[in-house]
């Protein structure tokens, strides 16, 4: 595996330091990160140790703090209303601007942005200028750690706001570029790649027949098989689907395509996980822009069939959509107007030769998808997101392949540092582009902000220690606009994709995991290697996750004792320990949502069912019976009908408009007011069939609807809701010992 060259070769003349690099090589950014942690703990030190230069230092800048600007002091006023105002103010203006243009448009996006910006430069300028506490050596080692990590996070705030400004909609670019496709005016061949290691067979007969419904005539399609299965070369077999295969694994997914390529020679080449399926427009959608001959790639979002496991364990997916949407209805957006378009390994369309040009998929890291599009982007080509729902896939079905997926996405991710593909020093790419690029690096480095941020009021309380020193008015007048603006617009300004208490609980789960993999990476970047998501996951019985859940139930604890000690203070409480209150009460409601969304629910039925509507004709015997589809599968049906229940098992299904007949048992009848409900296994289907189906449930053009999830009070109501009615069930299942534990994720 290529890397940048190590340090460690700098020093290996050192008699000193030279015995080091026999046991592990030293990168540039390990020595930076251990560095700076290091030169932190360090100064503590000195200061706890009462050294005299350090501890004039920080006396000097505590005298500072204590008599800040004017312009940042908070003005005297008559009456404490008057504080009130500028949050009165801008929750007015930006709740008017959201009601005019309920959809981020240009003009509204600029103004809540700038508003935002100017929030945030104000409360910046505080923080460094007001609010850090250097009474004490040990008050000041934890003021300035937390300001440290926010700051990371103010940081990336910024970076994003200012890509905000350049968002692109590709959508209407697509509909002029479909025409030459649709026309049959521009017609290049394309390869259809679907590599696959140890998916289920009947997840890729799914792909492989989306595939094939595709309307475009000139493709191909190859199933790349890096287990060597014959049930998989069988199934190519049957679905007249090219199969290869080779002789190792190196390098897993990327060396698996880089195999397959060169067999391959069409002029541009899609690529699919084995989990995804192709709406039948894909390839009309998309082909288009490569007319122009600057564009490389054309990324398409990551759109999932099933419910992400958080919503579905809490009983919610029917309101909250997967966690991905946010990266790709907000983040992808950005990305695309910095020209910073993140190739996210599945469906998608490149150039064959803009990748031949520059080495085919990269080989680096185990995240060959992101930096394949670096290096695109650095020889000059583009890259566009096309931000439509064309294809769909499975995701995660449990909380621990949930945690698993990510930890690798953040380890291939944070490998950018000690590889050549690196987008920050990497030559041809532009400022725009890398402030793109490190916006996604410091989202990684900013869970642990996150995860310190749940632990400050658990040490005010224990301990006394005050990270933050302020007044009862500086809070109102500067903190509390800042707060409120952000909290009120980002569910908003992320196309309504993600609410900040779902954002909240999200990072608790996967939180620990995530810095632990962290440090992992600056230490040994590339100790672990490309581990697939399990897919096509049944279970029976319920499942908890003890491993991911044990930090979570010492941070409740901490968190109920440590609100417990606010409230019995809180006669005489201070704003510090008002805000510990607050914050306290806050983190304790997300981290008792956390450990309730760790339970696997049962999920004994690997297909999924969908609730569509289709006018269906039934045929038994002599008669016939017409209905609608209420729910419907790979593997049967639930048909509401007006007339008497059907009498006998086999009956025949005629889908009147789709021109699909289908022979089925029914399971089950049960009687609704004035109608029936029939439950139908299908039975005996023949390939046609099943294709037909498929296309049915899965490839229809427009079939992934994007949906909009609750805003912010009611994500939180609902979410207390299932808190309650899981609580109630848990207590039931434990009297009937009903439980099957978890501790399957290896950090």
């Known amino acids: 595996m290529q890397s ?30 251990f560095g700076g942690i290091g030169f932190f703990l360090a100064l503590s030190l000195a200061w706890l140790s009462g050294e005299a230069t350090i501890t004039n230092f920080f006396r000097h800048l505590g005298h500072l703090q204590e008599n800040p600007p004017f312009w940042i002091s908070v003005p005297e006023v008559p009456h404490l209303f008057y504080l ?46 007001s609010t850090l506490n250097l009474s004490t050596p040990l008050d000041g080692i934890f003021s300035l750690g937390l300001f440290f990590v926010e700051l990371m996070v103010l940081v990336a705030g910024f970076i994003q706001f200012y890509l905000l400004l350049n968002i692109k909609d590709r959508r209407k670019e697509a509909e002029q570029y479909s025409h030459a496709v649709i026309q049959e005016q521009y017609l290049p061949s394309v390869d259809i790649l679907i590599p696959t290691y140890n998916e289920p067979a009947f997840i890729l007969r799914r792909t492989i027949i989306g595939c094939q419904a595709i309307d475009y005539k000139n493709k191909e399609i190859y199933l790349l098989d890096d287990t060597k299965r014959s049930e998989i070369k069988q199934l190519a077999k049957e679905l007249n689907c090219n199969y290869i295969t080779r002789s190792d694994n190196y390098y897993a997914k990327a060396g698996n395509l880089n195999h397959a390529i060169p067999q391959a020679k069409s002029d541009l080449i899609a690529i699919f996980d084995a989990d995804f399926i192709p ?49 790709y209805r907000h983040v992808q957006l950005l990305k695309d107007g910095a020209k910073s378009v993140v190739c996210a390994g599945t469906s998608f369309v490149v150039r ?36 439509e729902k064309l294809s769909a896939g499975l995701a995660a079905e449990s909380i621990s392949a949930h945690v698993t997926q990510r930890l690798r996405w953040g ?27 490190l916006e996604g690096l410091l989202s990684w480095f900013s869970v642990i902000a996150r995860l310190l941020f749940f632990l400050m009021p658990i040490l005010y309380a224990f301990t006394n220690i005050i990270p933050v020193q302020a007044t009862y008015l500086e809070a109102i007048y500067i903190f509390l606009p800042y707060y409120l603006a952000n909290f009120s617009v980002y569910h908003w300004l992320n196309f309504r994709s993600r609410t900040v208490v779902v954002s909240d609980v999200a990072a608790l789960i996967s939180g620990i995991p995530i810095v632990i993999t962290i440090f992992q990476v600056m230490f040994q970047p590339f100790q672990k290697g490309f581990k697939v998501t399990p897919k096509g996951i049944s279970r029976s019985r319920y499942i908890y996750n003890w491993q991911l859940a044990l930090p979570l139930i010492i941070l409740w604890l901490a968190t109920v004792i440590s609100t417990g000690i606010y409230l019995k203070k809180i006669s005489q409480m201070s704003i510090d320990g008002q805000l510990g209150l607050f914050w306290s009460i806050q983190n304790l409601i997300s ?56 009498q006998e098992e086999n009956i025949l299904i005629s889908f009147i408009d789709e021109n699909l007949k289908l022979s089925g048992k029914v399971t089950q009848t049960q009687a609704f007011d004035n109608s029936w409900t029939i439950s139908v296994k299908f039975q005996s289907l023949t390939l046609q069939q099943e294709r037909k189906l498929i296309e049915l449930l899965f490839c229809q053009a427009g079939r992934w609807k994007v949906k909009a999830t609750p805003g912010e009070l009611k994500s939180l109501w609902l979410m207390m809701g299932s808190v309650i009615q899981m609580s109630k069930m848990l207590l039931l299942k434990c009297l009937k010992n009903k439980w099957m534990f978890d501790s399957k994720i290896k950090i």
Do not use: C, M
Not at 111 to 120: G, M
């Open 411 to 437: 380890r291939g991710t944070l490998q950018a540092f000690f590889i050549n593909s690196n987008p920050l020093t990497i030559s041809g790419l532009n400022l725009r582009q890398r402030l793109g690029h």
């Open 352 to 387: 064959r030769s803009a990748l031949k040009e520059v080495g085919y998929f990269t080989t680096e890291s185990i995240s060959e998808d992101y930096f394949t599009g670096i290096r695109l982007s650095s020889r000059g080509y583009e890259l566009v997101y096309l931000n």
């Open 4 to 33: 940048l060259k190590p340090i460690s070769r700098l020093i290996q003349k050192n008699p000193v330091l030279s015995p080091l690099t026999t046991f592990f090589p030293i990168h540039l950014a390990t020595l930076v990160f």
């Open 84 to 129: 009130y105002l500028p949050t009165i103010i801008v929750i007015y203006i930006t709740q008017i601007i959201i009601k005019v243009s309920p959809r981020p448009q240009t003009w509204s996006r600029n103004i809540i942005v700038l508003i935002l910006l100017v929030l945030s430069i104000r409360y910046f300028l505080w923080r460094i200028l």
């Open 591 to 646: 981290i008792t949502i956390a450990l309730f969304a760790l339970l696997d629910l049962p999920k004994p039925d690997h297909n999924e069912w969908f609730p569509l509507k289709y006018s269906v004709e039934i045929i038994q015997g002599e008669q016939t019976f017409y209905g609608f589809t209420k729910t419907i599968s790979e593997a049967g049906t639930e048909i509401i009908i007006n007339d008497l229940p059907i």
């Open 279 to 327: 709406t039948t427009n894909f390839l009309q959608r998309t082909l288009g822009f490569f007319q122009n001959p600057k564009i490389a790639l054309v990324q398409t979002p990551q759109s999932f069939y099933n419910p992400d496991p958080i919503s579905r364990n809490l009983g919610l997916d029917q309101w909250f959509i997967p966690e991905e949407e946010l990266f």
